[in-house]
């Protein structure tokens, strides 16, 4: 039965486990409101938290849906999510069995420019740090890094070496993140990536554009320039 207790369950894992067993089995029915967060954490004798971090991790995966004051039901069809990592660089050349090569091309403090002061929600004295980088693979240049770092958010950013690693590795071993936000689009080369990547001005070049957050605050914006030929893949 749903509301059989559990008291030897005691990480989120097993609970989530537990929640999900009871979905695929059948006592909780595609559109089955289920119980509350307090009286899940009653049957399966943990915290509220442990239930809670069990149950946002079901959502995300498309499994649940939750709305506030209307509660937690089952999906009558899960969702299905693509996941995009966010390699770094180097490995991702590196992967390839390609020798990987970094250029810091440009470092700037400037004050943000009033497009991205709107795209990160920077207060109109905010100041970010520019760097461009060029990133190669066997000496063929494969990708063209346009970064803003937001100073108020990450201040020893400006005093930090980004001559011998890309700013994505000092990143990631700098702050972690809460929220991503990613676009992919075709843009038309400028003068300035066109000679970066080896193409023509004009040409098609495949771009991402990434903004991270930190619980609340923006921490960077890069947009980034693919060789011609770049595939990227991802399942769901």
């Not at 938290?49 to 649940?64: C, K």
């Not at 970094?102 to 207060?123: F, T």
């Not at 693979?137 to 400006?158: M, S, V």
């Not at 702050?175 to 003068?191: C, G, K, M, N, Q």
Request: a neutral charge.
């Amino acid at each position: 039965m749903s509301d059989t207790p559990r008291p030897d369950l005691t990480s989120y894992r097993e609970v989530k486990a537990e929640i999900l067993r009871r979905i695929t089995e059948g006592d909780w029915a595609p559109g089955t409101l289920l119980p509350g967060e307090v009286e899940l954490a009653e049957v399966f004798g943990v915290a509220r938290a442990t239930v809670n971090r069990a149950m946002r991790e079901l959502t995300d995966e498309g499994l649940l849906e939750r709305r506030r004051k209307a509660g937690t039901r089952v999906r009558p069809s899960p969702l299905r999510s693509a996941r995009f990592e966010i390699p770094l660089v180097r490995e991702e050349i590196e992967a390839t069995g390609a020798r990987y090569r970094y250029a810091l091309l440009g470092r700037e403090v400037a004050p943000a420019p009033d497009w991205l002061r709107a795209r990160m929600g920077l207060g109109a004295t905010a100041k970010v740090l520019h760097l461009s980088c060029l990133h190669a693979a066997d000496g063929a240049p494969y990708q063209f890094e346009d970064r803003w770092i937001n100073l108020d958010a990450l201040p020893r950013a400006k005093d930090a070496d980004f001559s011998a690693d890309g700013p994505n590795e000092w990143l990631v071993r700098a702050v972690p993140f809460s929220e991503v936000e990613i676009s992919f689009l075709a843009t038309a080369a400028d003068a300035r990536t066109a000679d970066y990547l080896s193409m023509s001005p004009g040409e098609p070049v495949f771009t991402v554009e990434r903004t991270t957050w930190w619980e609340g605050q923006s921490i960077t914006h890069v947009r980034l320039y693919f060789a011609r030929g770049h595939r990227m893949t991802t399942r769901y």
